[in-house]
């Protein structure tokens, strides 16, 4: 059974950056998807960005939502089995709880296209 766990979220002022992991266990990232996501208070969960691998592992490709591109970099430490959601140039808008997702299918930028989330890391950003 997959368990994420992310960490890296906290207070930082806009234009800041932080970077959020996501630690899994009970799986490799040999093949799959995985994404993050995000939810305001009050707002509905939101796609931010997904990452999908081919079956050898070698190939990846990485989907970001319109207002992260530029800012938000997803990336994968393979020995680590860990995801990493480097976040630059902060806006106060981009305050949430972000989630980990994993066993990813279909489009990824959809909450149903995943079996398994973490518990989630807040990310407040102050203008």
């Known amino acids: 059974q997959v368990q994420l766990v992310e960490s890296g979220g906290g207070l930082v002022q806009a234009g800041g950056s932080l970077r959020l992991s996501c630690a899994a266990s009970?799986?490799?990232?040999?093949?799959?998807?995985m994404g993050w996501f995000r939810q305001a208070p009050g707002k509905e969960r939101e796609f931010v960005a997904a990452?999908?691998?081919?079956?050898?592992?070698?190939?990846?490709?990485?989907y970001y939502t319109d207002s992260v591109k530029g800012r938000f970099t997803m990336s994968r430490d393979d020995a680590k089995n860990t995801l990493y959601l480097q976040m630059n140039s902060l806006r106060p808008e981009d305050s949430a709880v972000y989630y980990c997702?994993?066993?990813?299918?279909?489009?990824?930028?959809?909450?149903?296209?995943?079996?398994?989330w973490g518990q989630g890391t807040q990310v407040t950003v102050s203008s």
């Open positions: 009970g799986r490799t990232f040999g093949s799959g998807a």
């Open positions: 997702a994993a066993e990813g299918t279909g489009t990824l930028k959809h909450g149903d296209d995943y079996k398994t």
């Open positions: 990452m999908s691998w081919s079956v050898s592992g070698i190939y990846s490709r990485t």
